[in-house]
């Protein structure tokens, strides 16, 4: 893999150490496998109302490519898997992939897993229907030549699906003094805080990058419920945003 201009090496280390523990519903991505069903059911219903796709029937999404950018073990590009697509799960992390492989062909699905930049993609001439660019964009080194490199990945009419963490105290308490330190589901300097990113802030990026904005979802926890929901006021921790390539 050629290192594409907005890799930070140390995140990808960070991610590179905890590789083997994707799929451990109790280990170090806990709060992913948590947050999974919320971001599936975003992630479904906006496919579905972009290219008119029925949801409930049995491959929905055949004949769509999805690009999974940063896909780390696979918990994304799996279930695009199961509703028909064509999936291409890329990370820069070199030890996510032969994780996402494994786990794919335990499961017995045909996934395209790479080792690669959505910089190298781009150069390469690949486009897609979909990018799935979720929880990425707070750990490159440049928001905005990440998300031209995006838009570039996309076909005329395709849809990115972008979620990250909000910037301001309340993300600071809750995803790293409660995430890392309190809950300790998170190893200790996973985020860095200075790298969140406001919702009006990522909206602005997404459109410099040439992509339109049109619409975004708060992802809010239950702490008595213990699980997560979307919101179309709260946003104030992780949120999520769909834009298109006109």
Known sequence: MRTGSTIDAAEVAKFQAMAAEWWDPNGKFKPLHMLN??????????????????????????????????????????????????????????????????????????????????????????????????????????????????????????????????????SWLMAIVGAEYVMRWLPKGTHDWSKFITPDELYDLLRRAGLDPVDRKGFVFNPVTWSWSLSDRDLSVNYVTASIRR
């Open 37 to 170: 069903p919320c971001r599936l059911d975003y992630i479904v219903r906006q496919i579905a109302a972009e290219f008119g796709r029925d949801p409930g029937s049995e491959r929905p999404f055949a004949g769509l490519r999805i690009l999974d950018i940063g896909c780390g073990g696979g918990l994304l590009s799996e279930p695009m898997a199961r509703l028909g697509a064509d999936i291409v799960g890329a990370d820069a992390a070199e030890r996510n992939i032969p994780v996402a492989r494994i786990h794919a062909e335990q499961m017995g699905l045909a996934i395209d897993y790479r080792h690669t930049t959505a910089e190298d993609l781009a150069a390469a001439g690949e486009t897609f229907d979909i990018v799935l660019n979720m929880e990425v964009v707070e750990h490159v080194a440049n928001p905005l030549t990440y998300l031209s490199a995006c838009h570039s990945l996309l076909r005329p009419g395709g849809l990115m699906i972008c979620s990250t963490l909000n910037r301001n105290p309340k």
